[in-house]
């Protein structure tokens, strides 16, 4: 994707304000393309939006408010003329056991998780189409592909996002538009710190599992391997890519893990070969 000041690139992006989305939106810029950087609360990225002047736009944006996304999206079409990038980034852990789970909180979580990517997708769409282009980074996750205690409600919307963003690339790629699914590992960023929510009911039963791993996932905090500043570079190298990939791991960690997922799963699958075929009907 060209890099001259009348033709760069336009992205938008969601939860900028720290962490992955930050950091894509700063090597975006950084290397000369058009960013509208964007966060519930828009003083949290005005500063780094002021250091770039022109190219950069700082817009108030909440995924769980679909006015908010429509303006937002608006306001971008028509200070750069288009959107080609969208980084659906937003998003937030929860830790709870299953049945810890707070109905209220859940729904929250869902709601940004899953439903603000699609509001932010609806109202991104008709323009790409219109010009039969663009690019779609869907921010997942590990641990959209394994799950773990202590994490099943995020899990879950991460196992959303990963469905419905395969089943959005089928769609959109005679279109021109590609979609990637982007699943970091452990970044060094706020996500098990202070963007952490957690249930504040705590079942006995479940201390062995869901809470141990509640204490060991919030301990990781600021210890994580990866680095959200490459992490972001390696987007933006998927993002220029001709041909971009579904997924994209981003981590060591993540790669191992995906690796023994994979492993687990073909050895369980061949193990149950025999009764998992006898479904069929004879002579079909």
């Known amino acids: 994707m060209s890099n001259e000041t009348n033709a760069s690139p336009v992205w938008l992006i969601t939860g900028c304000s720290s962490g992955l989305g930050r950091a894509v939106a700063a090597h975006a810029l950084e290397r000369g393309d058009r960013v509208a950087v964007t966060a519930r609360n828009r003083a949290a990225v005005t500063g780094l ?4 002047g022109d190219r950069a736009l700082a817009l108030e944006l909440d995924v769980t408010d679909p006015a908010s996304v429509t303006a937002a999206v608006q306001e971008c079409e028509r200070k750069f003329g288009r959107i080609d990038v969208l980084v659906n980034n ?21 709601d940004t998780n899953v439903h603000g990517v699609v509001t932010v997708l609806k109202a991104v769409l008709p323009g790409m189409r219109a010009r039969r282009t663009g690019r779609i980074v869907n921010v997942s996750s590990f641990g959209g592909l394994a799950a773990f205690a202590a994490t099943g409600y995020y899990h879950a919307t991460k196992f959303a996002l990963e469905g419905l963003s395969e089943s959005l690339a089928a769609e959109l790629a005679p279109l021109g538009i590609t979609v990637t699914i982007a699943e970091p590992g452990g970044l060094r960023t706020e996500w098990a710190g202070a963007s952490m929510r957690q249930s504040p009911i705590r079942l006995d039963d479940y201390e062995q599992t869901a809470g141990k791993r509640r204490a060991a996932t919030l301990a990781v905090s600021g210890r994580q391997p990866g680095d959200p500043v490459r992490a972001a570079a390696a987007i ?6 001709e041909v971009p990939p579904l997924r994209l791991l981003l981590g060591s960690d993540a790669l191992a893990g995906v690796r023994a997922r994979l492993e687990r799963t073909r050895a369980e699958t061949d193990v149950h070969e025999a009764l998992t075929v006898s479904v069929d009907l004879e002579g079909r």
Not at 94 to 107: F, K, M
């Open 90 to 110: 937003a998003g937030y852990g929860y830790l709870a056991a299953i049945e810890e789970g707070e109905e209220a909180a859940v729904r929250a979580l869902y």
């Open 49 to 52: 939006a002021a250091e770039h």
């Open 236 to 241: 933006a190298a998927t993002v220029d890519a």
